[in-house]
């Protein structure tokens, strides 16, 4: 399966504690988003790298948030201090160079529950 | 303000009907792209279609059928003869020419019964 992975599938954690999502894009992409998607709505932009620059943050993206992509591969996505504002599902997609070249593939995501 | 709007929160249709998804979206940029995308019960998002702002000429792609009116700001999506496996929440989506990030609309889910 050469598609985007997440991993895991699913966590839930206590508020307060911190969380850790990672996500390995299609090998030959230089792009890499995250996206938030909460019940009922569509997703919404927090991030996206190309190889392993952030390039640009949205406002959603909290102090608490926080996110790599160390080699320009795979990219992780830790959220501190978890709030039950928090639970959604955290989708990442990724894309070849220039974005209008390609659209975005995404993963399964990961869904988050904070009790 | 919101960029994509979709009305239409739920429709429910027997297979084989067709069903007509609305989009409307809101931008001030004359180079502009509409998205469609469909996430099954997996979750996973699966791209439909993309289409720029200077095509306006409508697509089929099998039983699926897209309509651009830029008079209009409209996107539809028709699914022709839809099938029990065509049930799903679908999204319409924008991106501008500054932004290298798409603006979905909150999703239109479909239901389609045997």
């Known amino acids: 399966d050469t598609g985007v992975s997440q991993d895991p599938r699913h966590k839930i954690t206590k508020r307060g504690q911190n969380v850790t999502f990672r996500c390995d894009p299609i090998?030959?992409?230089?792009?890499l988003y995250w996206y938030r998607q909460t019940l009922g709505q569509g997703p919404e932009f927090l991030t996206y790298?190309?190889?392993?620059?952030?390039?640009?943050k949205s406002r959603l993206l909290s102090d608490r948030f926080s996110a790599e992509r160390p080699k320009g591969s795979f990219s992780t996505l830790e959220i501190q201090r978890t709030e039950q504002g928090d639970s959604a599902m955290y989708l990442c997609a990724s894309s070849i160079a220039g974005f209008r070249d390609s659209p975005l593939h995404f993963g399964n995501g990961t869904r988050l529950t904070v009790t | 303000a919101q960029k994509v709007t979709q009305a239409q929160t739920e429709i429910s249709v027997v297979e084989k009907e067709d069903v007509t998804l609305d989009c409307v979206y809101e931008t001030r940029d004359t180079t502009y792209y509409l998205f469609w995308y469909k996430q099954p019960p997996s979750g996973e998002l699966v791209f439909l279609i993309r289409r720029n702002s200077f095509d306006e000429q409508n697509e089929i792609s099998g039983r699926y059928s897209w309509n651009f009116q830029k008079s209009t700001s409209s996107f539809n999506f028709t699914i022709t003869a839809s099938q029990v496996v065509d049930s799903a929440v679908y999204f319409c989506?924008?991106?501008?020419?500054?932004?290298?990030?798409?603006?979905f609309g909150a999703g239109t889910t479909v239901t389609v019964r045997a």
């Open positions: 989506a924008l991106s501008e020419e500054s932004a290298y990030k798409l603006s």
């Open positions: 790298f190309q190889n392993e620059a952030q390039l640009e």
């Open positions: 090998s030959e992409h230089n792009r």
